[in-house]
């Protein structure tokens, strides 16, 4: 957790000195609403659009998936054929499968669109699940990919980080003309440029868990989808089996979000969670499933 928040200032600052570098050369007073926001949405929109149109090359990249192109066993065969039947009743393209090596239950599944994504289990999942809660999980993932998730979290992500830049520049600008004695005009002293990264800090961690309080709203869709695809008893037997073996999630960040397991935490920490607890959602399931019962 320390090395991601210190890799969060890091960049962070490295976004504050780019855009006041590139304000300075655009001409850009901080003060004025008009350009700060044409350039706080450049770059708050910029980094989630790119990572989004690339997401599949990082993720393979970093987790050394392989892709399927023709099945060398049965296992890959039925995971092929499933993820086909899966992806034309939840009516989008055929997404590209993949396996990657990790001692985890997991799978994960990311892309620029519903018609271009990648769904990827690990080996771990393929040696201790049965075909049942497999194709529950592979139905999780497929649901990621019909809802649309990974494009609504990226453009989430480039609203709040374009909310960030703008607040923390406009809020810093009052403080420092206040300190200063109301200096006005794009001549800032290093003061003003401390007062907005540390808004940026404190900001940003806002910022962080309005996107992972979506992300675990999400997670109730895609768990919902997944009993829809291949059954909700089927789904709730998967939650089951990722709760009796949990371990930690090795999935690199850029996709971790977008796996079927998530981390754990006490206090303040369970605001960045990017799932909720396995039990919340096998108790939403059981509630729908008590529903239906009822409604029959």
Known sequence: ???RIALFMLTNLAVLALASVVMSLLNVNPASMAGLLVVAALFGFGGSIISLLMSKWMAKRATGAMVIETPRNEAEQWLVQTVRRQAEAAGIGMPEVAVYDAPEINAFATGASRNNALVAVSTGLLRQMNRDEAEAVLGHEVSHVANGDMITMALLQGVLNTFVIVLARVIG???DSYLSGNREG????IAYYVIVFALE???????TMIAMWFSRRREFRADHGGATL??????????ERLQANHAASTLPSQVEAFGIAGGVGEGLKKLFLSHPPLEQRIAAL???QARAATVA
């Open 230 to 239: 291949a059954g909700r008893q089927k789904m709730i037997a998967a939650l």
């Open 173 to 175: 600008g009052v403080i």
């Open 201 to 207: 800090m404190v900001l940003g961690l806002f910022a």
């Open 1 to 3: 957790m320390f090395t």
């Open 286 to 288: 059981r509630a729908t």
């Open 186 to 189: 794009n001549s800032r002293g």
